[in-house]
């Protein structure tokens, strides 16, 4: 069974730095691409870095230049480097990951972690 397990949220300060980690387990084949989204309360789910097995990134244009995604294929880890981190930050983070395992290409979530930024 493939699993999605995500750490590294917190209550950081306006200014401050966090960094999530996801770790794939499970009987895959491989990780075609990783990406982190985030919920807001009251809002809809948003995509905020997307990377590809090939290293592309993209990201949303609110976290431009503060966020940064990057990925250890070694480890099945993937990895959100934020910085200069804002109250409007604030939101559960998702992991998300494109896998090839035993029953063909499936998309699955993590379970979420929390990210709080105090003003």
């Known amino acids: 069974q493939v699993q999605l397990v995500e750490s590294g949220g917190g209550l950081v300060q306006a200014g401050g730095s966090l960094r999530l980690s996801c770790k794939v387990s499970?009987?895959?084949?491989?990780?075609?691409?990783m990406a982190w989204y985030r919920q807001a309360p009251g809002k809809q789910r948003e995509l905020v870095a997307h990377?590809?097995?090939?290293?592309?990134?993209n990201y949303a244009d609110s976290v431009k230049g503060r966020f940064a995604i990057s990925r250890d294929n070694a480890k099945n880890t993937v990895y959100l480097q934020m910085n200069s981190l804002k109250p409007e930050d604030t939101a559960v983070y998702y992991c998300?990951?494109?896998?090839?395992?035993?029953?063909?290409?499936?998309?699955?979530w993590g379970q979420g972690t929390q990210v709080t930024v105090s003003s």
């Open positions: 998300n990951s494109g896998i090839r395992d035993h029953s063909g290409y499936n998309d699955y």
């Open positions: 499970g009987m895959i084949f491989s990780i075609i691409n």
């Open positions: 990377i590809s097995g090939g290293g592309n990134t």
